[in-house]
């Protein structure tokens, strides 16, 4: 007989809702002053083409690559097709953009929702798995951390990505406790390819997770002890369950690919494939290198590897020895994942050890494919760490369980609570946060748009904010070399290259730090065909600097 459930329980995960959306709202209003991370400002203005009616569209042109096809195929007239990021984050946004309009805060909010989401699934997953105390940790640790805290409020991809594929991870764990249903398999299947939709490396845990099935519907066909037998379908294989699975998964991510396949005539098609291997192995090296000439042409990342083997294998080596290094802090945590770790080996009941193993190998996939394909980014594996946590918290309560004096039990599990949550790596993230976002100002931006008519494009270092904030379509900033030899501002490539009428150019501050563009900016000006082209100037308070088009004047004035 099932008790009624008490009105604490009914409000627990509504609490944890609010406790998580609060701490990141607090956190957002006494840290961010917009928007600043340049992903987070493409996300947005893709999902304000979706609103407005314009499709997978994008106003920003990423790299040379990005125009190269535009002209290969006579787009640049049109609206351009969004080729580099993918749809996840802009469609979320996009809803709540319809809804109540497209601004820096609703983007924030976005962020929000999906991480107090998060928490709820993380209750409920610890509650039913290990206890209420644990699931109070796990909840705590995820909502206080510095880097959940940040990402929740910066725009990026990773809270959708990390809330679908927690949820994905979630189902999994319930086919391996013994529910290895078709309902189970299937929305496993669903949410993972949802979270692809929103990171391309969760791909990397397709292989595992069909592993995971396959063990779950042996081990229960073949009358194995299982701690919670809740439903199981005696008609159901090891065969159909990896087909209910993978049809799922597949049914989720075909319609980007067919758009993809209509585009861009390959149904995987995105130009981030043509930059990620050899980042980090170019001349000025890193990715972020600005000449032109690493990516004039279309290079296939198989062609590179083949033709490049020991650059690739250097970087491999490179970004696995940062991960081994950054591993027991990975996202701002204080040895949680080694204690997570540990629950391969120590008994926190047989579905978690399994559960562990699975998860600590999806990692290990993860981290093996993408340290060839980009620079270390932490943020590759961010989408791990909840369930690292829940497992974590596992580990510990099931320490602690050994203690006999249970009225210590709780105050030392909450003691290790505090200390494994690093609270105080959040002010140094707050402080991060708050200067970041006060890089792009709102002063410069009005500036450019009433300067530059509503079709113009604008060339610069900071395209992303531009698109984002005056509407203005834009091109990232590259260096070219002129008849000397010397570096110059690409931008009289760009008009006959692919025939762009350029309205203004827009150097940051940041850029202009730099000697390379300050000399390329100097040599540029020395051009009487830059000059005429963009004879009107205005230098900010900062040291930022416009060159923009004025068809009354035909000489360079200073204001």
């Not at 998964?249 to 980007?256: E, G, R």
């Not at 379509?473 to 290259?497: A, C, I, Q, Y």
């Not at 100097?522 to 963009?534: E, P, T, W």
Request: with cysteine.
């Amino acid at each position: 007989m099932n008790a009624k459930p008490s009105i604490w329980s009914s409000l627990a995960a509504p609490g944890v809702f609010l406790v998580t959306a609060a701490t990141l709202v607090l956190f957002a209003v006494s840290s961010v002053h917009g928007l600043w991370r340049a992903d987070a400002f493409d996300y947005a203005q893709i999902a304000r083409e979706l609103t407005e009616g314009n499709g997978f569209t994008s106003r920003q042109a990423i790299y040379v690559l990005h125009l190269r096809f535009l002209d290969n195929h006579q787009l640049i007239e049109e609206a351009w097709p969004n080729l580099h990021r993918f749809p996840l984050p802009s469609i979320c946004m996009a809803v709540l953009f319809f809804f109540f309009g497209a601004s820096d805060a609703v983007v924030v909010a976005y962020g929000i929702l999906f991480n107090a989401a998060t928490s709820v699934i993380l209750w409920f997953w610890a509650r039913h798995a290990f206890g209420v105390l644990p699931a109070l940790g796990v909840v705590a640790l995820f909502t206080f951390n510095p880097v959940f805290l940040e990402n929740g409020c910066s725009g990026l991809a990773e809270p959708p990505v990390v809330f679908f594929f927690t949820l994905a991870l979630y189902w999994i764990f319930r086919c391996l406790r013994g529910d290895p249903s078709r309902r189970s398999i299937i929305l496993a299947g669903v949410f993972l390819g949802i979270a692809a939709l929103g990171r391309t490396n969760i791909l990397f845990s397709l292989p595992i997770f069909v592993a995971a099935i396959v063990f779950a519907v042996r081990k229960v066909r073949a009358g194995a002890a299982s701690e919670e037998l809740v439903r199981f379908d005696p008609s159901l294989s090891w065969v159909r369950g990896t087909l209910y699975f993978v049809s799922s998964f597949v049914l989720v991510v075909s319609p980007w690919c067919v758009r993809n396949l209509i585009v861009a005539g390959s149904p995987f098609f995105s130009l981030h494939s043509y930059f990620l291997l050899p980042a980090s192995k170019l001349p000025l090296g890193n990715k972020w290198d600005s000449s032109l000439y690493w990516v004039r042409n279309f290079v296939s990342p198989l062609r590179y590897a083949m033709e490049n083997p020991g650059v690739v294998w250097e970087k491999w080596m490179t970004n696995v020895g940062a991960l081994v290094q950054d591993f027991p802090f990975l996202g701002m945590t204080w040895g949680i994942p080694v204690i997570a770790l540990l629950g391969i080996f120590i008994s926190t009941g047989r579905a978690t050890r399994v559960f562990a193993a699975l998860l600590f190998s999806c990692f290990v996939v993860n981290a093996g494919l993408v340290s060839c394909s980009d620079t270390y980014f932490d943020k590759y594996h961010y989408q791990f760490l909840p369930a690292i946590m829940l497992v974590a918290m596992g580990v510990i309560f099931r320490m602690l369980q050994k203690i006999g004096n249970e009225k210590i039990r709780g105050p030392i599990f909450f003691l290790l609570v505090a200390v494994l949550a690093n609270i105080p790596r959040i002010f140094d993230a707050h402080k991060s946060t708050a200067q970041a976002g006060k890089r792009y100002r709102a002063p410069h931006m009005r500036f450019v748009e009433e300067n530059t008519s509503p079709d113009g494009i604008i060339f610069s270092d900071q395209s992303f904010a531009i698109t984002w904030l005056t509407g203005r379509r834009s091109v990232r900033n590259h260096l070219d070399r002129n008849m000397n030899g010397l570096p110059v501002l690409s931008t009289l490539f760009f008009e006959k290259e692919f025939g762009l009428s350029l309205d203004g150019i827009y150097l940051s501050r940041q850029c202009l730090a730099k000697e390379e563009w300050r000399e390329a900016l100097g040599n540029s000006l020395k051009d009487d065909r830059f000059v005429a082209r963009f004879p009107r100037r205005k230098r900010f308070e900062n040291g930022a600097l416009f060159l923009y088009r004025d068809p009354v004047s035909d000489s360079p004035q200073i204001q």
